[in-house]
């Protein structure tokens, strides 16, 4: 089938989502409808926020059908779908499909997932991926089955993950890897070449599946008494949203919650306890950890921006002999 007769619904909510959409459209694909959440009320006023994909749609394609359904269930919902006689639906970032949405299409319903499946399915592989320390990850394409993440896999690439590497910045590397195996994905389905194979297959004896949940909030929380790299790990994987965080205390003042985006870990013997500080009032603001010293690099406090350590230090006088993160 050529671009122009290959009938695609696609499905998605977030950024991640929009560069596989612009590139379909970029490469010809008919696409019939998109699909997105519904406007969320966000921010302090509570005013409705379009989802990126509908902001895409809207700025740069929008003669192009948008649904956005509350309910998928919806037999109206689910009828517009088979008028629209879609040879393929592509989801990337968006809700799990009830199985009358994806047994609509004649060649199938696949969905990109950010990690090397059956390794971290879930809610956040970025984060976690970084979080646990891995040095390689990369971007999947699989069947959509009754199951989250589980379905048969159709292609992979992999990527090695840069040693000092934010979920920030591999969320957009990971982006336009998956814009690309997005495209590989559906002009193989379309023409018919490439075969699904069962997640089982990629398992290597004796490797334990790691999950990659929703974060949570005490995800985020940081406690000094773990190592160094592993506190270094965590700030990484939550960089730039939601963020790790621990509480400044100072003595004579209320605590402040304390964002860390970037930091640094340096191996050192010492009789600190964890949590003390240690700077030069100018540009070094470090941590005592149980295995030596976390430097924070960047670094925002509450009701505050956020700034590099030196810009911090400018404006934010303190005792390290009587302040500690906790």
């Known amino acids: 089938m050529k671009p122009e007769e290959t009938r695609i619904i696609y499905m998605g909510t977030p950024e991640f989502a929009v560069m596989p959409l612009q590139r379909l459209f970029n490469e010809g694909y008919a696409v019939t409808a998109v699909v997105t959440a519904p406007d969320r009320p966000a ?13 895409f749609i809207g700025k740069h394609h929008p003669g192009t059908l948008l649904l956005q359904p509350p309910n998928l269930k919806d037999p109206g919902f689910v009828q517009h779908l088979e008028k629209l006689r ?10 799990m499909l009830p199985e009358v949405v994806w047994r609509v299409p004649a060649l199938g319903t696949f969905n990109l ?34 199951q989250i993440d589980t379905g048969n896999i159709l ?16 969320h957009d590397r990971l982006m336009e890897a998956g814009s690309q195996l997005v495209l590989k994905t559906v002009g ?13 297959h990629f398992i290597r004896p004796g490797e334990p599946l790691k999950m990659a949940p929703k974060l949570t909030r005490e995800d985020g929380r940081i406690d000094w008494n773990r190592p160094g790299q592993v506190i270094v790990n965590q700030i990484r994987g939550l960089s730039p949203l939601p963020g790790a965080f621990t509480t400044l205390e100072t003595e004579g ?28 009032g100018k540009k070094q603001f470090s ?19 956020r700034m590099d350590t030196a810009q911090f230090l400018a404006g934010f006088r303190f005792d390290p002999e009587t302040t500690r993160l906790s």
């Open 188 to 200: 193989g389905l379309a023409a018919g070449t490439l075969h699904a194979r069962p997640q089982n």
């Open 253 to 280: 003042n209320p605590p402040l919650i304390c964002k860390i985006f970037r930091a640094s870990f340096e191996p050192a013997t010492h009789r600190m306890a964890s949590g003390r500080i240690q700077s030069d």
């Open 113 to 146: 997932h950010a990690s090397l499946l059956p390794q971290y399915r879930g809610a956040a592989p970025i984060n976690h991926v970084l979080i646990n320390g891995e040095k390689e990850t990369g971007v999947t394409t699989f069947l959509i089955d009754e």
């Open 86 to 95: 879609p040879d393929l639906v592509v989801v990337v970032a968006f809700r």
């Open 287 to 305: 941590v005592a950890v149980t295995d030596g010293f976390v430097h924070a690099e960047s670094l925002q406090v509450e009701g505050k921006k």
């Open 43 to 55: 921010g302090r006023g509570k005013k409705l926020r379009e989802s990126a994909v509908k902001e």
């Open 155 to 170: 292609l992979q690439e992999r990527l090695p993950i840069g040693a000092t590497e934010t979920a920030g910045e591999l």
